[in-house]
């Protein structure tokens, strides 16, 4: 999320303006490159993250995504002793999906392939299935 100390300054300042707005629990939806990646990066600064993604595709995802977080904690490491970036801990944090009605999170972020029916589809699926209390 964060590439320096003053966007993430900025940020938290951002967000203590507006206490009710925190984000805790966050879902992606769609599991390419770039939603494992906002995955990988936000459980690394202690999210809890849900990932959703076709059902098929869950087993291969979760051995992706331990590679991906080894990789990330490896780079943080170098940077940063915090406990909140050990590997086990990282992947602790997120969790698999493949139904939209399972999502239980403050904010839901799309990352599907840029396709308008593709979105369309699923941002339909969000808005009927997920938490009248979430930020899509």
Known sequence: FFN????????V??????PEARVEKLAIAGAGTMGCGLAAVSASHGLKVQLKTREEKISSLQESMKQMIHRLAVQLRSVSESDLQKPELIESRVSYVSEAEALDSDMIIECVIEDKSAKAALLKELSSAGSKNSII
């Open 4 to 11: 320096s100390d003053l966007s993430r300054n900025s940020a």
């Open 13 to 18: 300042a951002m967000l203590d303006k507006f």
